[in-house]
């Protein structure tokens, strides 16, 4: 049978983009005989609205059974006053919880066409291609205790750093697997110099590396790897590092490339019986309340994260780079919606025209 993919287009700039990753499945299983089992549901604010839980227990199922989630973006300023428990967000935490989605991959990819829109001078970043493995599932953002306490006369904020091995040895392990996929070339980073679970990082690590002896592995501390990310980021291919870390260090690489409507994700889990890991694809952005509903949201972000799925999910890696290499021609055609303009003189696309664009694209593939 065909593998399955449930799709959860969410809220606001959601749908809209959903759209357009509908028209190019449509297209995959059309003319490349690449065929889906294509499910469609709620989460967030829209499952909200249908059914008072931002993530139906049945929708959950469907996920866990699924071969790959592709989601929107969920949120806007309608949900903002509800209970903490309801709003939007809660359905994408308890996904990426319940599926237990510890490894995430963020690629920093810069299209030549849009190398002058990085913040960075354009011989910096023309032809980057990096990514980013973060650990999601642990860490300070959950370790116990934590919590504000009373200390004398005053209070305390707490937070705990806290890793396994085990937690850590799964983070490199899928980091070593991208890497072997890629360029065989693999940074870590911890602050193992000053942090207890940066040495234990850097240990389970090298460990780990011992299984991988073809990829070329180096160490960074995070705050100088922040620092090289911005100065030389071609040295890097692929890096892992922590949740916090991996959280800034992600973002920074973002912006390197351009603009949030271009920025792919996956976050990927232990395999299934099937062999195929746990994995939920979804763009960086949110779900632009300013542009929803208005035809301008840019598509590519939520198109890439397909691309994604099928190099990662289904191992047709080169129908992703046939994807890929579709969405960068029609930017070297000098296509662009309206968050991609530099300058007054060009007439933005519409999400519509973006996806007949590349769906022309790859008819001339
Ligand atoms: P946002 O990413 O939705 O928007 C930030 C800015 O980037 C806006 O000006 C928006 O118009 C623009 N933008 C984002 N994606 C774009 C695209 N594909 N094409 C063109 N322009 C794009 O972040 P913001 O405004 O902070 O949050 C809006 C809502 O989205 C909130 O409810 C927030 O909680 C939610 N959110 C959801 C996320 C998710 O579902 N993973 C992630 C981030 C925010
Ligand atoms: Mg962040």
């Known amino acids: 049978s065909n593998p399955s993919l449930l799709i959860l287009p969410g809220d606001g700039i959601g749908p809209e983009v959903m759209a357009e990753v509908r028209r190019i499945i449509d297209w995959f299983g059309a003319k490349r005989g690449l065929e889906f089992d294509v499910s469609e549901d709620l989460v967030g604010g829209a499952a909200y609205d249908a059914h008072g839980k931002p993530l139906s227990d049945e929708t959950m199922a469907k996920a866990q059974e699924a071969d790959a989630v592709l989601l929107g973006a969920v949120g806007g300023p309608k949900y903002d006053d509800l209970d903490f428990s309801l709003k ?54 959950f370790g116990e205790p934590r919590g504000i306490f009373e200390e004398g006369n005053e209070r305390v904020g707490i937070n705990t750093q806290r890793y396994t091995e085990s937690e850590i040895e799964r983070a490199a392990r899928s980091a070593f697997e991208l890497a072997m996929r890629r360029n065989k070339k693999l940074c870590s980073m911890e602050k193992a110099n000053v942090m207890e679970s940066g040495i234990l990082w850097r240990e389970v690590v090298n460990r780990v590396a011992q299984d991988y002896p073809e990829v070329e592995l180096s160490h960074m501390y995070a705050d100088n790897g922040a620092m090289q990310l911005v100065r030389a980021p071609k040295q890097f ?90 969405i960068e021609k029609v930017l070297a055609d000098g296509v662009r919606t309206g968050d991609l303009l530099a300058d007054e003189g060009v007439t933005p696309v519409s999400t519509t025209e973006m996806g007949d664009a590349i769906l022309a694209a790859l008819d001339d593939s």
Do not use: W
Request: hydrophobic share 45%; charged share 20%; proline share 6%.
């Open 237 to 326: 291919d692929v890096i892992v590092t922590d949740n916090l870390f991996g959280d800034i260090l992600s973002d920074c690489a973002a912006m390197l490339t351009g603009s949030l409507g271009m920025l792919p994700s996956a976050s990927l889990g232990s395999p299934m019986a099937n062999g195929r890991p746990k994995a939920m694809y979804e763009p960086v952005h949110g779900s632009a309340p300013d542009i929803a509903g208005q035809g301008k949201a840019n598509p590519i972000a939520c198109i890439l994260s397909f691309a994604m799925a099928l190099r990662y999910s289904f191992d047709q890696g080169a129908e992703a780079d046939r994807l890929e290499a579709a």
């Open 88 to 141: 939007p967000e809660r359905g994408l935490l308890r996904l990426r919880k319940e599926m237990d989605l510890y490894s995430n991959l963020r690629p920093a990819q810069c299209f030549d066409a849009l190398a002058d829109f990085s913040s960075l001078k354009k011989d910096i970043v023309a032809g980057l291609d990096i990514m980013i493995v973060r650990e999601l599932t642990s860490g300070v953002y």
